[in-house]
């Protein structure tokens, strides 16, 4: 079997949104299959995104990442390989096939702890299905639940963006049904605000950190234990639709989360004091009668969990007292798409 030359000249094109822990996934417990050391639960968001086209092409003798026009370094091209091998193999993709390019367009700042490994790797894996089932047909088809697996192989946050709204990521018995598994649509009362503090690249990257901590923290265990109690509390919240209850157990599993990298050897953390100045705002805005609630990633920037009634207040507000921050607002967004060819780059 070979791919014809109408799917050699044929892109396939998806859009996948990037999603906010409320409940960290942080250390492996396999790290070749990317295996979480505990369950995590996110949101997905509408307005922060990755367009990813991909194709089986001839010239090439491997796969080739382009991000934002750029050709890319092997390191983040053995990335996406590893992920295509994965296709290559449940597809059982005969040898003689065409590598692939992969052209990528980030709506969101890279590698700055806004998450665009989880939109990066969903939208490609999203795309890759499309492309393999176009030129392997005869295979059996591979579900949405299936394919989040595959998108956990390039990035552990990718799971949960192949499903809008609130997600889960299963801890799972092993490999296969370590994957995603939608809780809620999340279209109700809620909303995001994220201050972008910092869009520079992370010094230290999420992989690494987490390695890291897994690896020499004395909080570790402990972590592992609380965070499993802050994650019935969200799904109850979730439940209940109480904003309250969500937005506290968040913003208690992030401290508890950041406190893992303060009992590292050595230790580190990703926030600043820019960082701070924004918590201690959230409190003041929170004391004032807001449901407002804070949570951070691997980086300095601040993620705030509000209602969507009160999120243009809120908004104005943080634009008042940190005119330099850049703030992104964001609603519940939806499982990825595929988009029409002439949709790319729009
Ligand atoms: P972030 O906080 O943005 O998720 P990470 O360190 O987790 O930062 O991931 C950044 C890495 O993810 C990049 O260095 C690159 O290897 C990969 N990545 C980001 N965007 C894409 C994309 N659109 N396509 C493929 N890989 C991507
Ligand atoms: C702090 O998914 O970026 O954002 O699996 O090594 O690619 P790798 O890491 P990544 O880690 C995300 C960590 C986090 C918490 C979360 O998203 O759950
Ligand atoms: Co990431």
Same mark, same amino acid.
């Given at each position: 079997?070979?791919? /014809?030359?109408?799917?050699?000249?044929?892109?396939?094109?998806?859009?996948?949104?990037?999603?906010?822990?409320?409940?960290?996934?942080?250390?492996?417990?396999?790290?070749?299959?990317?295996? =979480?050391?505990?369950?995590?639960?996110?949101?997905? $968001?509408?307005? $922060?995104?990755?367009?990813?086209?991909?194709?089986?092409? =001839?010239? $090439?003798?491997? !796969?080739?990442?382009?991000?934002?026009? %750029?050709?890319?370094?092997?390191?983040?091209?053995?990335?996406?390989?590893?992920?295509?091998?994965?296709?290559?193999?449940?597809?059982?993709?005969?040898?003689?096939?065409?590598?692939? +390019?992969?052209?990528?367009?980030?709506?969101? *700042?890279?590698?700055?702890?806004?998450?665009?490994?989880?939109?990066?790797?969903?939208?490609?894996?999203?795309?890759?299905?499309? #492309?393999?089932?176009?030129?392997?047909?005869?295979?059996?088809?591979?579900?949405?639940?299936?394919?989040?697996?595959?998108?956990?192989?390039?990035?552990?946050?990718?799971?949960?963006?192949? &499903?809008?709204? &609130?997600?889960?990521?299963?801890?799972?018995?092993?490999?296969? /049904?370590?994957?995603?598994?939608?809780?809620?649509?999340?279209?109700?009362?809620? #909303?995001?605000?994220? #201050?972008?503090?910092?869009?520079?690249?992370?010094?230290?990257?999420?992989?690494?950190?987490?390695?890291?901590?897994?690896?020499?923290?004395?909080?570790?265990?402990?972590?592992?234990?609380?965070?499993?109690?802050?994650?019935?509390?969200?799904?109850?919240?979730? +439940?209940?639709?109480?904003?309250?209850?969500?937005?506290?157990?968040?913003?208690?599993?992030?401290?508890?989360?950041?406190?893992?990298?303060?009992?590292?050897?050595? *230790? &580190?953390?990703?926030?600043?004091?820019?960082?701070?100045?924004?918590?201690?705002?959230?409190? %003041? @805005?929170? !004391?004032?009668?807001?449901?407002?609630?804070?949570? @951070? /990633?691997?980086?300095?920037?601040?993620?705030?969990?509000?209602?969507?009634?009160?999120?243009?207040?809120?908004?104005?507000?943080?634009?008042?007292? &940190?005119?330099?921050?850049?703030?992104?607002?964001?609603? *519940?967004?939806?499982? *990825?798409?595929?988009?029409?060819?002439?949709?790319?780059?729009?």
């Amino acid at each position: 079997m070979t791919v /014809d030359k109408q799917e050699v000249n044929t892109w396939s094109v998806a859009r996948a949104h990037t999603n906010i822990a409320l409940i960290k996934y942080w250390g492996k417990r396999d790290e070749k299959l990317f295996l =979480p050391t505990s369950p995590s639960l996110s949101l997905t $968001l509408d307005s $922060l995104y990755t367009d990813t086209r991909v194709r089986f092409d =001839p010239k $090439l003798s491997s !796969d080739e990442l382009w991000l934002a026009g %750029e050709k890319q370094d092997d390191k983040s091209t053995v990335k996406i390989t590893r992920v295509i091998d994965l296709f290559r193999a449940r597809y059982s993709v005969p040898e003689q096939t065409p590598r692939m +390019r992969v052209e990528s367009v980030n709506h969101v *700042p890279t590698a700055a702890g806004l998450a665009s490994s989880s939109s990066g790797f969903a939208a490609l894996a999203w795309a890759l299905r499309d #492309a393999f089932e176009s030129a392997f047909p005869q295979t059996v088809a591979m579900d949405d639940r299936e394919l989040s697996t595959f998108a956990r192989r390039g990035s552990g946050s990718a799971t949960r963006s192949i &499903f809008g709204g &609130f997600v889960e990521w299963s801890y799972g018995t092993g490999s296969n /049904d370590s994957c995603a598994i939608p809780v809620d649509d999340a279209r109700w009362d809620v #909303a995001m605000v994220l #201050a972008a503090i910092s869009t520079q690249h992370k010094k230290i990257s999420s992989t690494y950190g987490m390695k890291h901590t897994a690896e020499t923290s004395s909080f570790y265990s402990l972590w592992r234990e609380a965070s499993e109690q802050d994650l019935a509390t969200v799904r109850e919240g979730i +439940r209940e639709r109480d904003i309250d209850k969500i937005g506290a157990a968040m913003e208690a599993n992030c401290m508890k989360f950041h406190a893992t990298m303060f009992a590292a050897n050595p *230790p &580190f953390t990703y926030l600043t004091s820019r960082s701070w100045r924004v918590i201690e705002f959230v409190h %003041e @805005m929170r !004391d004032s009668g807001l449901s407002v609630y804070f949570t @951070m /990633d691997a980086g300095p920037n601040v993620k705030i969990l509000c209602r969507a009634s009160e999120q243009q207040f809120v908004h104005d507000k943080l634009a008042e007292r &940190f005119p330099e921050i850049t703030l992104f607002d964001a609603l *519940p967004g939806s499982g *990825p798409e595929t988009l029409s060819k002439d949709k790319w780059a729009q």
